[in-house]
């Protein structure tokens, strides 16, 4: 958030609100394992999330479900970066 001026939903443990619960959230994203994309779509609008970003080790695709939501992929390296466009 400092070098980029943009909020995040997890971060450091410090200053993150409910750090646990959000981890936990975001790694069921990522691993894939809620199982309902409506469940997933619905963490990720309910976040606010503009961007997501994906870790390296992660290789669960998360564009079938951000895409509708007006999402594009983008890899930065071994990591995948994912942006909701403004106008979405």
């Not at 939903?9 to 199982?35: D, I, M, N």
């Amino acid at each position: 958030p400092v070098l980029t001026g943009h909020d995040t939903w997890v971060g450091h443990p410090v200053w993150t609100p409910r750090y646990r619960q959000r981890s936990r959230k975001a790694l069921a994203l990522f691993y894939g394992a809620y199982g309902s994309a409506n469940y997933e779509r619905g963490l990720v609008r309910s976040s606010g999330a503009r961007y997501v970003l994906e870790p390296c080790k992660f290789t669960f695709d998360l564009m079938p479900l951000l895409a509708p939501k007006g999402f594009t992929r983008e890899r930065i390296g071994c990591a995948t970066l994912y942006v909701r466009s403004p106008h979405a």
